[in-house]
């Protein structure tokens, strides 16, 4: 049975057998102090705000049997799938080094994983990529196709990096794709609100954006 989200640019009719939540790396690597985040000089506290919307969202989404994924970015603890450029990036190399948290985005350590507040469940995939782009050397497309989903609701951090990638990955494959701006950050407020409106500007030309209480209203 088709449903409704309000959103702008315009209202995004769903059916929820074919919707799935995707949850884009809320680690603690970065939503915590003393992890990737923080090591690029950012204030973690910014995209913290996002966590309780998101759960609720989750919940929602939980609640009226959707799919739900999680990303986590990170690396093996060879770093061979680390390509020199994002390891030097900035003329420093964070990744890889010991943190608070164990070695910093590398699978398997404290950091690298999901905050308890939303940590998955049985049966909720988890994506672990090595890029931004979640649909970037992973199988996340495959999953979604055979499960034949056509619209993703994306929430995690951050607006513009993690998730507008995803997003731009995920429209051009034929995602429809809605945007909780609630929960979603950026350690840059202005770059999280023009992240939001580049997405849905010119008649939705990336996707929608609204908020968790759209979501959950939708879903009801
Ligand atoms: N998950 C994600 O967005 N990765 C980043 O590196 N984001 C930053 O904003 N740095």
């Known amino acids: 049975m088709m449903k409704t989200f309000q959103a702008d640019p315009f209202a995004l009719d769903f059916d929820p057998r074919t919707t799935a939540l995707v949850v884009i790396d809320m680690q ?91 940590y998955p469940v049985a049966g909720e995939p988890i994506i672990d990529k090595p890029g931004k782009g979640a649909f970037y050397q992973t199988d996340l497309h495959l999953i979604l196709q055979s499960r034949g989903i056509k619209t993703l609701i ?15 990955e995920a429209n051009d494959r034929g995602y429809e794709c809605i945007i909780p701006e609630d929960c979603t950050g950026s350690y840059f407020p202005e770059f999280h609100k023009y992240a939001l409106e580049m997405i849905k500007a010119q008649g939705a030309i990336c996707g929608w954006v609204t908020n968790a209480d759209n979501i959950i209203a939708g879903l009801k």
């Open 154 to 168: 994306v929430c995690g951090v951050t607006t513009e990096v993690c998730v507008n990638t995803t997003v731009r």
């Open 28 to 118: 603690r690597d970065f939503v915590e102090p003393g992890g990737f985040g923080e090591a690029l000089g950012n204030d973690v506290s910014l995209v913290r705000g996002a966590i309780e919307p998101c759960g609720r969202v989750l919940q929602a989404a939980r609640d009226a049997g959707l799919m739900v994924i999680h990303t986590r970015e990170g690396h093996r603890p060879d770093l061979t799938d680390c390509p020199p450029a994002k390891l030097t990036r900035g003329g420093k190399t964070f990744i890889g080094e010991q943190g608070p948290k164990g070695r910093i985005l590398v699978r398997g350590e404290n950091g690298h994983d999901i905050i308890p507040e939303l």
